[in-house]
């Protein structure tokens, strides 16, 4: 009697060759725009400015974090920006408004992030809405409902001083005095970790990578696909749950109006780091870089008194050129 064959599911393994030319050129490029801006002002290189640097970093590195799992899948998430404010929103709600504990309020933050990710993840695998449709629909409505719920007004932590602490106490000057590195960095670092660990040594990261590289040979070896997608958007959406609990720590206020213009700070920076926009490849360490290469930009623009409009014209050149490369380097494979 003939048997059959039974179906395995296969757990793909991570990609060879992960990108490590191209973060090499990240980090040399990041070095270069370090020592350039170092030469041309006295001013840059400066342990204060340094510092100021890396907190500009820790919010919108978070946040591109986040984008890095979506974006690996070939997706993309322009929601990340106004689910941050949001998120910071429903965090003052519940400590100010509510009178919760504190921790209930960055729980709170937090899990309203990965809701707004988890409906993004939905909207684009069960319904099958295109991702810039469907995130872009999601970055409308957490957009309004932040006005709507704050009543258009900053929502304030000044009841609750430890809040400010989260993101501007210094866990390391209390160890070693004098030396004032805010805890945003280290929140960015840690996160950093953790999500190089899940994407590197967890099956969600391995499933994030075969579904950029060949979505419907996932689907064919037996994954569920729409699940691992849902999974991965609700995880960028923790991140921006993260992130906006940062951001309103560092402003000690929930900022409703703000958020817009982050995504794309966010993918630039994702794309600078090497994460190809086609799917299938990237890194959490390419873009950290690439995060860092975005502020040092704009710290040393602005401290060369360069008009913010022509920062932001050759921000937006960088990244042109950041894609270019990638399409090149498609090509060339």
């Known amino acids: 009697m003939a048997t059959v064959p039974v179906r395995k599911k296969l757990v793909p393994s991570l990609p060879s060759g992960s990108g490590a030319a191209q973060k090499l050129l990240a980090f040399a490029s990041l070095i270069m725009l370090v020592i ?9 290189f400066q342990f204060d400015n340094i510092v100021a640097i890396m907190l500009s970093t820790a919010v919108m590195g978070v946040l591109a974090l986040g984008s890095t799992f979506v974006i690996i899948t070939s997706g993309i998430d322009l929601a990340v920006g106004t689910v941050m ?5 429903m965090a003052g709600v519940i400590i100010t408004t509510w009178h919760l504990p504190m921790p209930l309020g960055i729980i709170g933050g937090i899990v309203a992030g990965a809701i707004c ?14 991702p810039f449709i469907a995130t872009l629909a999601v970055m409308m409505v957490t957009k309004g409902l932040s ?15 430890a809040f400010t ?4 106490g210094s866990v390391i000057s209390s160890v070693i005095p004098g030396l004032e590195i805010p805890n945003a960095i280290l929140i960015f670092f840690g996160v950093a970790i953790i999500a190089s660990i899940i994407l590197s040594k967890t099956i969600i990261g391995r499933y994030n990578f075969a579904l950029g590289s060949n979505e419907e040979s996932t689907r064919l070896s037996g994954v569920n696909v729409d699940y691992w997608k849902i999974v991965i958007y609700s995880l960028t959406g923790v991140f921006s749950g993260i992130a906006g609990i940062m951001m309103a720590s560092r402003l000690n206020s929930a900022q409703p109006a703000l958020g817009a213009g982050y995504e794309l700070e966010a993918i630039a920076a994702v794309v600078i780091g090497g994460t190809s926009l086609s799917g299938g490849k990237g890194s959490i360490l390419g873009t950290i870089i690439g995060s860092l290469i975005m502020s040092v930009l704009t710290n040393g623009l602005r401290i060369l008194s360069v008009k913010q409009e022509w920062q ?14 990638d399409i090149m380097r498609r090509r060339k494979q």
């Open 147 to 161: 006005l709507v719920i704050s009543g258009t007004k900053p929502i304030y932590f000044n009841d609750t001083p």
């Open 312 to 325: 932001t014209v050759i921000v937006g050149v960088v990244v042109v050129l950041a894609v270019y490369a």
């Open 117 to 130: 990710g988890l409906v993004s993840g939905l909207l684009v695998a069960k319904m099958k809405v295109p």
């Open 85 to 89: 404010t949001f998120s910071s929103v």
């Open 165 to 168: 602490q989260i993101s501007m």
């Open 36 to 44: 350039i801006f170092s030469v041309a002002s006295d001013n840059f």
